[in-house]
């Protein structure tokens, strides 16, 4: 199963893609677990940092070639995802 999945990658980045996917779903579901922990200023720089994050690793991965388009995809997917459940916990913390 792990060799149709690393097939199934090679267009989109290669094995690169597979462990950020990985990370990206794990980091979530952390993120989501402790979102009520934090307080609003933790939020809002959480927000800041995943936006950093996803805007730097997509340009990085851009610059690499049109292989790496789909790293760069997941990044901002990620980043967006981040900033809508913490904006929405802002929202409803106030």
């Known amino acids: 199963?792990?060799?149709n999945l690393r097939s199934?990658?090679?267009?989109?980045?290669?094995d690169l893609i597979l462990p950020l996917i990985l990370l990206a779903v794990v980091s979530l579901a952390v993120l989501w677990q402790f979102k009520s922990r934090m307080d609003v200023a933790q939020l809002r720089r959480m927000i800041r940092v995943a936006a950093l994050v996803a805007?730097?690793?997509s340009v990085f991965a851009m610059q690499l070639g049109a292989a790496y388009y789909a790293?760069?995809?997941v990044l901002l997917v990620w980043g967006v995802v981040v900033?809508?459940?913490?904006?929405?916990e802002i929202g409803r913390k106030r």
Do not use: D, N
């Open 1 to 3: 199963m792990l060799e």
């Open 8 to 14: 199934f990658a090679q267009p989109y980045g290669g």
């Open 55 to 57: 805007l730097l690793g």
């Open 71 to 73: 790293l760069a995809i």
């Open 83 to 88: 900033g809508i459940v913490f904006g929405r």
